[in-house]
């Protein structure tokens, strides 16, 4: 019995979570109507952006759900940092890299949810061109992203911290929003 005080608590669903992020991120229709960059970084992005949705909508729920979101964060780091090996950056230079993208990661959380906080797509658009049309600025492709990112809050605010939990996440189709005239 003391033995089992010492075993790995399974990390199943949070990898569940995680894969269902990644997954929503890596819809073709980002890539192609709504013009993100399918590079490496335009996919970072993309995971980042629906990273800080679903994070955010956990935040404040309770330590159960805190320490959850945590491990969530974490399997996303540690997927990053095997993804850097995987194209061969260096064993130095990948601790270096992951702390850039989490530097990265908080800033970006930092300009998005205030413009979702407050429903403000001229602001969440601006921030989205800075952070995801780098090369080339796309005023209609930011703000159907931007669109989209609101209605996921919305979405998500919709569903119980449980069934996030569960990786049971509904994000709305970003096919909706690829015609958006605004």
Known sequence: ??????????????????????????????????????????RFDLIVAHAVLFFRRLRSEGKEVSEFSQTVFDLFFEDMDASLREMGVSDTRVPKKVKVMGEAFYGRADAYIPAIDEGDVAQLAEALGRNIYTETSEPLAQ???????????????????????????????ADRFKSLTV
């Open 1 to 42: 019995m003391i033995f089992g005080l010492f075993r790995r608590r399974s990390r199943d669903a949070e990898h569940k979570v995680y894969c269902e992020i990644v997954a929503q991120a890596r819809q073709p229709v980002f890539y192609t109507d709504f013009v993100v960059p399918d590079t490496i970084d335009g």
């Open 143 to 173: 703000t159907r992203l931007a669109h989209y990112m609101l209605q996921a809050a919305a979405d998500l605010k919709e569903q119980s911290a449980e069934e996030l939990m569960k990786g049971e996440i509904r994000w709305p189709d």
